[in-house]
């Protein structure tokens, strides 16, 4: 069956660390994979994007891999503070159609502890 | 949020009655879509459309409606609303479906209680 999974553990981590969440999936092949990032009690908002034959992307403090031969992609936060405190979803196109029909993960939960 | 606005916020009604969520965007997007969260699942697109009087299925759409007559407004409807319909529903938008512009905006969401 097709599944994209991220650690359903919420990660703690000390300021000023880098933050790793891992998305992995299974039986799609997307041409690309985003990252959202949501507050309770608020929707997601879009961080970034790569494309499968882009193997690494860069905003910021935030930095993004993606491995289609392990089909997984990493996030990375540096230099993490408390206000990256939040759930992290994964998204990416499994390229069903026409049409944008993201398929995500449930989310990561990111505490950061000064 | 990117000029999306979703109403009510919150809702508890009653097993068996009928329910509408309204989902209005100022942005003159021509995808819209909705989805629901529930804990321990990823966001799961209910329906979507792709203009207006255009809508299709998503992966879960069984007990939903949708309709779209102006570009600006997307109406989710329970027809008879059940508990297992309890949740979190959240509408998006989105500039294109593919490309560089398929990034979703969302809205703030839709807290759906059935009692």
């Known amino acids: 069956s097709q599944k994209i999974e991220q650690n359903s553990e919420a990660l703690n981590i000390q300021e000023g660390k880098t933050a790793t969440l891992t998305c992995n999936y299974t039986?799609?092949?997307?041409?690309?994979l985003q990252w959202y990032r949501q507050d309770p009690g608020r929707g997601p908002v879009f961080l970034l994007l790569i494309r499968e034959n882009e193997k690494e992307k860069r905003k910021e403090r935030l930095k993004v891999t993606f491995d289609t031969t392990l089909k997984q992609s990493l996030f990375h936060i540096t230099a993490s503070q408390p206000a990256d405190s939040a759930t992290y979803l994964c998204a990416l196109d499994p390229l069903s159609g026409g049409y944008n029909k993201l398929i995500f993960g449930a989310g990561t939960r990111l505490a950061v502890h000064p | 949020d990117a000029g999306i606005t979703q109403s009510p916020r919150h809702k508890v009604t009653e097993t068996g009655t009928p329910v509408t969520l309204r989902c209005h965007q100022t942005?003159?997007?021509?995808?819209m879509y909705w989805y629901r969260q529930d804990p321990g699942h990823g966001l799961r697109l209910i329906h979507y459309?792709?203009?207006?009087?255009?809508?299709d299925k998503g992966e879960v759409s069984d007990g939903y409606s949708v309709s779209r007559s102006k570009t600006e407004d997307f109406l989710l409807t329970l027809e008879s609303a059940t508990s297992s319909q309890t949740s979190v529903y959240f509408c998006?938008?989105?500039?294109?479906?593919?490309?560089?512009?398929?990034?979703?905006?969302f809205g703030s969401g839709t807290q759906l209680s059935v009692l």
């Open positions: 942005e003159n997007h021509r995808y």
């Open positions: 998006a938008i989105s500039e294109s479906a593919r490309g560089a512009n398929e990034k979703l905006f």
């Open positions: 039986n799609y092949s997307p041409a690309y």
């Open positions: 459309s792709y203009g207006v009087k255009d809508t």
